[in-house]
């Protein structure tokens, strides 16, 4: 092989190289964006309609499914709250529990929770996550 073709396919594997480095740092910026993205731009949180004003009469609750979520759902004299459904203590549902003014009765052990603050009564470390209420018209939206 004559010093010439040698040169050539050494430069060739070289140029080969240095595009492959050089699509790879492309590549790697491009996806560093995305990631830098990605935890920057979260979803904006929506109200969704959960249930109709009508559905829960003062003093009620019940439990609702959104966004493959379960929520407990408050009348309390007229006003709407609503909390995770689950239970801090095993989980119980506290959408079936029993609602005496803000306080809900866990069905299964008896834990209680203020269901504006989402703090449970005896220990207020024990907070359930609360979700923003709103009323349009007839329709009951909960800020997800
Ligand atoms: S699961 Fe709610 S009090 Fe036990």
């Known amino acids: 092989m004559s010093n010439k073709k040698i040169y050539d396919n050494v430069n060739n594997i070289f140029l080969f190289f240095s595009m492959a480095l050089r ?20 979803p904006m949180a929506e109200y969704l309609t ?3 004003s009508d559905e829960l009469k003062s003093g009620e609750c019940k439990t609702v499914e959104v966004n493959g979520l379960a929520l407990a759902l408050y009348n309390v004299n007229g006003k709407f709250y ?11 549902p ?3 529990g029993e ?5 809900v009765t866990c069905p299964w052990h008896g834990w209680q929770y203020d269901v504006i ?3 449970n009564v005896v220990d207020s470390a024990a907070k359930l996550k609360t979700y923003e209420v709103q009323v349009v018209g007839n329709d009951v939206q909960v800020k997800i």
């Open 23 to 42: 699509v790879n740092l492309e590549l790697e910026l491009y996806l560093s964006v995305i990631y830098i993205l990605q935890q920057k731009v979260k």
């Open 99 to 103: 609602l005496q003014n803000t306080i």
């Open 117 to 119: 603050t989402g703090e």
């Open 50 to 52: 959960i249930a109709h």
């Open 94 to 96: 506290l959408g079936e």
């Open 82 to 92: 609503a909390t995770d459904n689950t239970c801090l203590h095993r989980g119980g």
